[in-house]
C-alpha cells in the first residue's frame, strides 16, 4: 500500500472512535459506505499496493474532493477494508448443541469472502478488529464455542485457532499459487508436468523416501484446497471437541 502521510501508532488515532460523518451533509455527497465500495474495488482490481487517499480520491471522481472528511490515514484505509469484507460474512444464529457445526459453517463463511479478496488475510494480521463487523464475527465465534460449555476466556481461544486456521491455510494456498506462477514462467502446463515428473520419478527410484513413494506410485488424486481445508477443519474441530469434553466432565 502506498503511504499517505506520517502514519501514528493505531491506539493514537483510530477510524471507529470518531463518528461517521454524515454523508449527505458533506459537499459534495459521499457516504463511508460509498467509500468502503471504493477501496474493495481498487485492492481487488489493482492489488493491496495500490490503495491509498490519492489512488481512493482518484476512484469516487467528483465525490473524492469529500474523501479527507472521512480518512486520512492508510490505516484509515487498512480498517475500512477489513470491515468491509467482514460485513458480507453471513453468520446464523447459534444453535444449542451444535456448536462444531457453527464453528465450522462460520470458517467457510469467511473463507468464501477470502476468495472473493485473497489480500484479506495480510491485513488482519497489521491492524486491529475493532470495526463493527469485525466485532460482530468475533463476538459470534466466541458465543459459538461458549456452546462448548467453556468459559469465556477459552471460547475466545477456540475462536481464535479456528480463525487463525482460516487465515493461515489462505495465506498459505495464496503463496502456493504465486510459487506455481514463478516456476511455470513462459513455459506451457504440458513442460511443465514433463520437468516434474522427471523430477519425481527419481525420488522414487531412490528409495529414500517410501511413504511419499507410495502415495505417487499409488496415482492418488490430489485433494483440491477446498477439499484439504474442509479436512484439515473437520480435524481440528474434532481436537477441540474431545479437548471440551474432557474440559467440562472434570469440572
Not at 106 to 120: D, G, N, S, T, V
Not at 130 to 158: C, S
Not at 179 to 204: P, S
Request: one cysteine or more; charged letters at 25%.
Amino acid at each position: 500500500m502506498a503511504a499517505d502521510t506520517e502514519e501514528p501508532a493505531f491506539y493514537e488515532t483510530l477510524i471507529w472512535s470518531e463518528a461517521e460523518p454524515d454523508g449527505d451533509l458533506l459537499d459534495p455527497p459521499l457516504s463511508r459506505a460509498d467509500v468502503v465500495a471504493a477501496l474493495l474495488r481498487i485492492a481487488d482490481g489493482e492489488g493491496l499496493p495500490a490503495v491509498s487517499v490519492a489512488r481512493l480520491t482518484s476512484e469516487l471522481g467528483p465525490a473524492g474532493r469529500s474523501v479527507p472528511s472521512h480518512v486520512r490515514y492508510l490505516g484509515d484505509l487498512e480498517d475500512l477494508l477489513i470491515d468491509g469484507v467482514l460485513a458480507e460474512l453471513v453468520l446464523p444464529e447459534p444453535k444449542p448443541g451444535q456448536w462444531q457445526a457453527d464453528l465450522r459453517t462460520a470458517a467457510l463463511e469467511l473463507r468464501a469472502a477470502i476468495a472473493r479478496h485473497p489480500w484479506f488475510p495480510s491485513l488482519t494480521f497489521r491492524r486491529p478488529l475493532f470495526g463493527p463487523h469485525a466485532l460482530d464475527w468475533l463476538d459470534h465465534i466466541m458465543t459459538v464455542a461458549e456452546g462448548a460449555g467453556l468459559p469465556i476466556a477459552e471460547a475466545a481461544a477456540y475462536a481464535g485457532i479456528v480463525t487463525g486456521h482460516v487465515l493461515g491455510a489462505a495465506m498459505c494456498e495464496a503463496e502456493e499459487r504465486e510459487m506455481q506462477r514463478r516456476r511455470a514462467g513462459d513455459r506451457t502446463n504440458h513442460e511443465v508436468h514433463n520437468v516434474l515428473q522427471e523430477f519425481l520419478g527419481g525420488i522414487v527410484t531412490s528409495g529414500r523416501y517410501p511413504a511419499f513413494s507410495r502415495f505417487l506410485q499409488a496415482g492418488a488424486q490430489h485433494l483440491t484446497p477446498d477439499e484439504s481445508f474442509e479436512i484439515s477443519l473437520d480435524a481440528l474441530l474434532a481436537g477441540l471437541a474431545l479437548r471440551a469434553s474432557g474440559r467440562t466432565t472434570t469440572e
